[in-house]
């Protein structure tokens, strides 16, 4: 079998189409059951942070200055007692979450901003602005009731934004299969 520009792209925006519509399916599930979606991140974070422990630990012994082994214990301890109290305090976790979460919805939106404005002469970059001002809103509306939201917010306003990230991925998607088609 010969392979071609046309496969090639049409084998990646398959890929690529698979992962928007897990996005939007998870994106939905996420705002149906928006409170269990907030737990289930923060105990995410909470085991990303024991996971991180662990390897600056790891790090720590591989490392040959004593200066940088003791960094590396210190942020070791660091993330390890973080890590354990999101676990043991999730609604404390829920609610510091939320207040990073909005940050970085802030962050995400302005970038898309930018994107499309460097973008701005491409197919498909009017899709990264408008996410880019939903992710905006989002964040907005985070920091309006935070921290009495905490409870729904992180579960709605991620999935909303998984969901309307998806749509984005799947319009580019298709708009890269027309250009090479």
Request: glycine share 10%.
């Amino acid at each position: 079998m010969e392979r071609t520009l046309s496969s090639d792209v049409h084998r990646a925006t398959t890929w690529s189409i698979v992962v928007s519509i897990l996005m939007i399916v998870a994106g939905v599930l996420a705002i149906a059951s928006p409170l269990m979606a907030g737990v289930v991140v923060t105990a995410l974070v909470g085991w990303l942070l024991l996971f991180s422990a662990g390897l600056h630990l790891v790090y720590a012994f591989r490392a040959a200055r004593a200066g940088t082994v003791l960094w590396e214990i210190l942020l070791a301890i660091v993330y390890g007692v973080v890590g354990f109290y999101v676990l043991a305090n999730p609604g404390v976790g829920l609610v510091t979450l939320t207040f990073v979460i909005a940050f970085f919805l802030f962050v995400e939106g302005v970038l898309e901003l930018v994107l499309s404005y460097q973008l701005r002469q491409e197919t498909g970059a009017g899709w990264i602005l408008f996410d880019g001002i939903v992710t905006l809103i989002l964040a907005g509306l985070i920091w309006a009731k935070w921290p009495s939201s905490s409870v729904w917010a992180i579960g709605t306003l991620i999935g909303v934004s998984m969901f309307f990230s998806g749509i984005t991925r799947l319009m580019l998607s298709y708009s890269v299969r027309k250009i090479v088609a």
